[in-house]
């Protein structure tokens, strides 16, 4: 079953153009990726660029932890063939991003 959320994202990402606000989401997902803390996606992607959007939150189960991490990537940026929805214990969005710049390496090779 997929996320609330990453349906959202890629509803969006297949839309594109055909929705007010829709480009502007996803040039910030893209500037993320290459600059932002999605950054440690794209620096792990070899044939493709990715577009990433990451998130800290308040940890809700045990054994709790200040935050959680998220990350939401959708490779290749251009059309979207893989969405990757990452949640890790303890940490924040950026470093959960670098968990999911690996496992989309690893993908790739």
Request: charged share 20%; aromatic share 0%.
């Given at each position: 079953m997929l996320n609330?959320?990453?349906r959202l994202y890629l509803a969006w990402a297949i839309r594109r153009k055909n929705q007010p606000g829709v480009s502007q989401i996803l040039e910030g997902?893209?500037?993320?990726?290459?600059?932002?803390?999605?950054a440690a996606v794209d620096r792990?992607?070899?044939?493709a660029?990715?577009?990433?959007?990451?998130g800290t939150a308040p940890c809700t189960h045990s054994p709790w932890a200040p935050a959680d991490g998220f990350?939401?990537?959708?490779?290749?940026?251009d059309q979207p063939e893989i969405l990757l929805f990452?949640?890790?214990h303890?940490?924040?969005?950026?470093?959960?991003?670098?968990?999911?710049?690996?496992?989309?390496r690893e993908m790739e090779e």
């Open positions: 609330p959320q990453a997902m893209r500037q993320s990726a290459q600059r932002g803390t999605g792990q992607l070899k044939r660029k990715a577009l990433v959007k990451t990350v939401l990537a959708l490779v290749p940026e990452v949640r890790i303890g940490v924040a969005g950026a470093k959960a991003a670098e968990t999911a710049g690996q496992m989309l």
